[in-house]
């Protein structure tokens, strides 16, 4: 009999919102340890204590520093889900270490910035990974293996809506400003721009939005200051192939039945994911007046995966995807060169927004 692995010993930089789901999805992966976290604010770590408990993590040392955690832990992997505008610092003071790395989306808040982690992580053995997490929805995946099938033909036109609640409060109310998130297009539709580019296999060319904050946030104040992120987006991407995409993003819709919905249209016919149903939706062309020929394919979420987040599963797909690249490594599947692009559309998408006019994107 095989010997059993030993397990891998996982460190999380940033024990908020998104590192708590974190913990509970690193549970569920059999020879994933989670041994340490680190935070600037100690209710965060008292609070991630309370979730490595329920999630049966035991022993996790806790740390107000993240060199601290790395110099005293002999960590195989660290997750970064510390605020959208510490990933650069945090990545590059990591950057030189034996350490695999799973830093969460978006990968910075600049072009600049996150142009130079793909620099970086360029001349690095060790595994990196960028959290985009979307296309590792159950639903969504399957939904992107019939479109690349060719089931709908040569897709030429693709919607991708988000209609949700608003921004949810964070510690120091860090994402109620473009400074800290890289605004509402990179801080939530850097996955969105990720999954146009895996679905369409292809680069855009071109980018047009329009958009406001016309609802949300309107009435807060922090240190006198109002906040500045967008509730609601159009953008339009064009393709290399003359393909086009388009994005609509509404975050004050909190009463939607179906918070993301995907549509992929091709000479063939029309395929749509739903999300949180997880239906696939089949639509060939039938000519006019003809009946309709409608599919429904309904594909399930392993039940303890959607409960451990709020990323319909997500999440623990990713990791154990993560986890074993981590284990035998693989090559990354989602790579810093994927966030670097996704943080470009959306950078390039509020540009559009301020400017009234498009913006060419030359990706090479």
Same mark, same amino acid.
Request: with cysteine; charged share 20%; net charge negative.
């Given at each position: +009999? %095989?010997?059993?692995?030993?397990?891998?010993?996982?460190?999380?930089?940033?024990?908020?919102? +998104?590192?708590?789901?974190?913990?509970?999805? *690193?549970?569920?992966?059999?020879?994933?340890? *989670?041994?340490?976290?680190?935070?600037?604010?100690?209710?965060?770590?008292?609070?991630?204590?309370?979730?490595?408990?329920?999630?049966?993590?035991?022993?996790?040392?806790?740390?107000?520093?993240?060199?601290?955690?790395?110099? %005293?832990?002999?960590?195989?992997?660290?997750?970064?889900?510390?605020?959208?505008?510490?990933?650069?610092?945090?990545?590059? =003071?990591?950057? =030189?270490?034996?350490?695999?790395?799973?830093?969460?989306?978006?990968?910075?808040?600049?072009?600049?910035?996150?142009?130079?982690?793909?620099?970086?992580?360029?001349?690095?053995?060790?595994?990196?990974?960028?959290? *985009?997490?979307?296309?590792?929805?159950?639903?969504?995946?399957?939904?992107?293996?019939?479109?690349?099938?060719?089931?709908?033909?040569?897709?030429?036109?693709?919607?991708?809506?988000?209609?949700?609640?608003?921004?949810?409060?964070?510690?120091? !109310?860090?994402?109620?400003?473009?400074?800290?998130?890289?605004?509402?297009?990179?801080?939530?539709?850097?996955?969105?721009?990720?999954? +146009?580019?895996?679905?369409?296999?292809?680069?855009?060319?071109?980018?047009?939005?329009?958009?406001?904050?016309?609802?949300?946030?309107?009435?807060?104040?922090?240190?006198?200051?109002?906040?500045?992120?967008? =509730?609601?987006?159009?953008?339009?991407?064009?393709?290399?192939?003359?393909?086009?995409?388009?994005? !609509?993003?509404?975050?004050?819709?909190?009463?939607?039945?179906?918070?993301?919905?995907?549509?992929?249209?091709?000479?063939?016919?029309?395929?749509?994911?739903?999300?949180?149903?997880?239906?696939?939706?089949?639509?060939?062309?039938?000519?006019?007046?003809?009946?309709?020929?409608?599919?429904?394919?309904?594909?399930?979420?392993?039940?303890?995966? *959607?409960?451990?987040?709020?990323?319909?599963?997500?999440?623990?797909?990713?990791?154990?995807?993560?986890?074993?690249?981590?284990?035998?490594?693989?090559?990354?599947?989602?790579?810093?060169?994927?966030?670097?692009?996704?943080?470009? +559309?959306?950078?390039?998408?509020?540009?559009?927004?301020?400017?009234?006019?498009?913006?060419?994107? =030359?990706?090479?």
């Amino acid at each position: +009999m %095989a010997a059993k692995r030993p397990d891998k010993r996982y460190g999380l930089i940033g024990a908020g919102m +998104m590192g708590y789901e974190h913990i509970m999805n *690193l549970a569920l992966i059999d020879g994933a340890q *989670l041994v340490a976290m680190s935070d600037i604010t100690p209710n965060s770590l008292v609070t991630g204590l309370q979730i490595c408990a329920m999630a049966g993590f035991e022993g996790v040392a806790t740390y107000a520093d993240h060199m601290d955690m790395v110099r %005293a832990e002999n960590l195989n992997a660290v997750i970064i889900a510390s605020p959208n505008f510490t990933h650069h610092a945090i990545v590059s =003071d990591l950057i =030189d270490l034996p350490i695999a790395i799973l830093c969460e989306k978006p990968l910075c808040t600049t072009v600049e910035h996150a142009q130079d982690l793909v620099d970086k992580v360029a001349g690095r053995d060790a595994l990196f990974w960028t959290g *985009l997490e979307y296309r590792y929805m159950p639903p969504v995946a399957r939904f992107i293996e019939r479109v690349h099938s060719g089931e709908a033909g040569s897709i030429k036109m693709l919607s991708i809506r988000e209609h949700r609640f608003p921004f949810l409060p964070k510690v120091g !109310d860090w994402n109620r400003f473009s400074e800290n998130t890289g605004g509402t297009l990179t801080e939530k539709c850097c996955h969105f721009f990720d999954l +146009m580019r895996v679905i369409m296999r292809e680069e855009p060319v071109r980018i047009y939005a329009s958009g406001a904050m016309d609802v949300n946030h309107l009435d807060e104040r922090y240190a006198g200051r109002t906040p500045d992120i967008l =509730d609601n987006a159009y953008v339009i991407v064009d393709f290399k192939s003359g393909s086009r995409a388009v994005l !609509d993003l509404c975050m004050f819709a909190d009463g939607s039945e179906e918070q993301e919905e995907i549509y992929a249209l091709g000479e063939v016919g029309k395929l749509e994911v739903k999300i949180p149903s997880g239906n696939v939706i089949w639509s060939p062309r039938t000519g006019f007046n003809n009946p309709k020929k409608v599919e429904i394919e309904s594909v399930e979420t392993d039940e303890a995966a *959607l409960k451990a987040g709020s990323h319909h599963g997500a999440t623990f797909f990713q990791l154990t995807a993560f986890h074993s690249a981590l284990i035998s490594g693989g090559a990354p599947v989602v790579s810093a060169l994927d966030g670097l692009r996704s943080v470009q +559309m959306g950078i390039a998408a509020h540009r559009s927004i301020e400017t009234g006019l498009p913006v060419d994107l =030359d990706f090479g």
